[in-house]
C-alpha cells in the first residue's frame, strides 16, 4: 500500500527518529527518516536525519548519497561543504574531503568548524605543521571549543612539544565524549601541592594501553611520600597489583572510601611536568611472575631458533564509528605476516586475542603458528609468556605497551597516521627503551612495513634487544 502523504505523520516521525537517534538507537530512527521521504521525498530534514544515522551505523556511502540529496535540495553554503567533506573522510577520501574543507573556508573565512575538520584531515595525511595552523585558526576563531583544544593539544604531543601539548589535553575533559572527567569531593591534582603523607585516589581512563603506558607514574607518585590508591580495568588488575605491591589497586568500577586528593591517570605527565628530556623510561616497571615466567621458556624451549610473537589486530568498536574506523587502519590481517613464514631460524606465537584471533586457525600458507592464548584469562598471564619471549611484533595495540614496560623487546607496526604518543619521524621511542617502530609510508600500505620488518630480522638486533640473529635466506 502506498504511503499518503500525512503532515501531521511526517512531523511524528521525523521528531521521534531524532529522539532515538540521540538515544543511539540507530536502526530505528534510520526507519523513521525512511518514512518521512518516502511520504516527502523533498523534504530536506528527513535527509539529514537519515544521513546522521547511516553515519552512526558506518554506512558511509550511503551517508553521502543522502547527504547529497540534502545538498540537492537546499543548495551548499559553506557548513554544508564541510560537513559534505566529513563523510569523505569517513570514506578515507582525504584528498577530496581536504578539497570540501578549502571549498568551506572559501565560501566563509570565519566557519570556525571548517578550519578544525581541515586541521583533521591535516593529521590523517601527517601534515602535522599545517593542521596546527588549521587548528590556530580554528581557536582563534571559537577560543573556548573543547574539541578544538583538545585536538590541539594531540598536534602538539606528536610535535614533541609537551610543555603546552599535557596543559591543552586537560580539555579532553569537557568535549563531546569526555576522558578522565569525574567527580568526587576531594580536590583535583595537577601537582600544584605537597602530598607527601596525603592519599591520592590515581583513577585509570581511556583504553587499556594507556593505562600500561601511563602507569609508570604511580611510583614517581609515591616517591613523593603518597599514599596511592590505583583504579584499573579489571583485564590488568592482577598485573598492576603484582608490579605495584606498595599500593592499592582496585577495579575502576570502584572508588575509595577515604582519599584526600584524586588525578586521572593521563594527567600525571602534566602534574610531573614532564618534557620530551624527562619521559620516566625506566624498565621494566611491569613484573611477570618469575616461576610462571620459567614455566613458559621450558615450554618454549621446545621449539626452535628466536621465539617471537605476534599481534595482528586491535578490538573492533562498532558503537564508535571514529574508533572504529582507527582500529580498521591500525589493524591488518594474520595474513599480512605470511611472508614470516619464508624466514627460517624463528617460532612464531600467537598473543592475538579477541574476535581476530579467529585467524590463527588458518594461518598463512607454509606458517607454522602456535596458540596457547586460551590459557591467558587476563594481561598477567600475558605478561608472562611475553616475558619468556625473545620478541614481540604487534601492530599498535596493548600488548605493544605491555611489552615495553616488561623491557621487552618489541617491533610496533603503525597505520600511516599513527598516535600521538609515537611522536613524528621516529623509529625509536622515548617512553620505550625497547621499542622500534615500523611505520607505513603511504595509507593502508603494510606491504611495504613487512618487508622492512623482514629485512630487519636478518639483521643483528641493536638498542639491547637481542643478542642473536637469523640466518640469511640462501641465495643458492
Not at 568548524?113 to 601534515?127: F, I, P, T
Not at 620459567?294 to 558503537?319: F, M, N, Q, Y
Request: charged letters at 20%.
Amino acid at each position: 500500500m502506498a504511503i499518503s502523504f500525512r503532515p501531521a505523520a511526517i512531523s511524528i516521525d521525523l521528531a521521534h527518529g531524532k529522539t532515538l537517534l540521540n538515544q543511539g538507537a540507530l536502526p530505528e530512527a534510520l526507519a523513521c527518516f525512511d518514512r518521512v521521504i518516502a511520504r516527502k521525498p523533498d523534504f530536506a530534514d528527513g535527509y539529514i536525519g537519515r544521513t546522521m544515522a547511516l553515519r552512526g551505523l558506518g554506512r558511509f556511502a550511503d551517508a553521502l548519497v543522502s547527504y547529497d540529496a540534502v545538498i540537492a535540495l537546499t543548495g551548499a553554503d559553506a557548513s554544508m561543504i564541510s560537513n559534505r567533506g566529513m563523510i569523505l573522510l569517513d570514506l578515507q577520501r582525504d584528498a577530496e574531503a581536504l578539497g570540501c574543507f578549502d571549498d568551506a573556508i572559501a565560501r566563509d573565512p570565519s566557519l570556525a568548524s571548517a578550519h578544525h575538520n581541515r586541521a583533521l584531515v591535516l593529521l590523517k595525511l601527517q601534515r602535522l605543521r599545517d593542521a596546527l595552523v588549521s587548528c590556530d585558526r580554528a581557536v582563534a576563531l571559537q577560543p573556548a571549543v573543547a574539541r578544538f583544544l583538545g585536538f590541539k593539544a594531540i598536534l602538539l604531543l606528536q610535535l614533541g612539544a609537551f610543555a603546552e601539548g599535557w596543559r591543552l589535553y586537560e580539555w579532553r575533559k569537557r568535549t563531546e565524549t569526555p576522558a578522565g572527567e569525574k567527580e568526587f569531593p576531594a580536590p583535583l591534582w595537577l601537582g600544584d601541592s605537597d602530598i607527601a603523607g596525603r592519599t591520592l585516589f590515581i583513577h585509570a581512563e581511556q583504553g587499556l594501553g594507556d593505562t600500561l603506558q601511563f602507569c609508570r607514574y604511580v611510583a614517581l607518585v609515591q616517591a613523593k611520600g603518597a599514599r596511592i590508591v590505583l583504579s584499573a580495568p579489571a583485564p590488568l588488575l592482577r598485573l598492576l597489583q603484582r608490579s605495584y605491591p606498595g599500593i592499592t589497586v582496585i577495579d575502576e568500577g570502584q572508588t575509595p572510601e577515604s582519599f584526600d586528593l584524586h588525578c586521572p591517570m593521563m594527567s600525571l605527565p602534566l602534574a610531573l611536568g614532564t618534557n620530551l628530556d624527562s619521559i620516566p623510561a625506566t624498565i621494566p616497571y611491569l613484573r611477570a611472575d618469575p616461576d610462571l615466567v620459567s614455566h613458559w621458556r621450558t615450554r618454549l624451549a621446545a621449539l626452535p631458533g628466536i621465539k617471537i610473537g605476534l599481534v595482528w589486530a586491535g578490538s573492533p568498536r562498532p558503537d564508535q564509528p571514529e574508533a572504529d574506523a582507527i582500529d580498521k587502519r591500525r589493524s591488518m590481517a594474520l595474513a599480512n605476516y605470511a611472508a614470516l613464514a619464508d624466514i627460517p631460524g624463528i617460532s612464531l606465537i600467537s598473543l592475538q586475542k579477541g574476535a581476530p584471533a579467529e585467524q590463527a586457525r588458518t594461518p598463512p600458507a607454509g606458517m607454522v603458528l602456535y596458540d596457547w592464548t586460551d590459557e591467558l584469562a587476563d594481561f598477567a598471564d600475558t605478561a608472562d609468556l611475553v616475558a619468556a619471549l625473545d620478541l614481540v611484533i604487534t601492530v599498535d595495540t596493548s600488548v605493544a605497551h605491555l611489552a615495553g614496560g616488561l623491557g621487552k623487546p618489541v617491533w610496533i607496526l603503525n597505520r600511516f597516521d599513527q598516535c600521538w604518543r609515537w611522536l613524528e619521524g621516529r623509529d625509536d621511542s622515548p617512553w620505550y627503551p625497547t621499542a622500534r617502530l615500523f611505520q607505513q609510508t603511504r595509507p593502508g600500505d603494510w606491504e611495504r612495513v613487512i618487508a622492512a620488518l623482514c629485512a630487519a630480522l636478518y639483521q643483528p638486533f641493536t638498542r639491547g634487544q637481542i643478542a642473536t640473529t637469523v640466518s640469511p635466506p640462501s641465495t643458492t
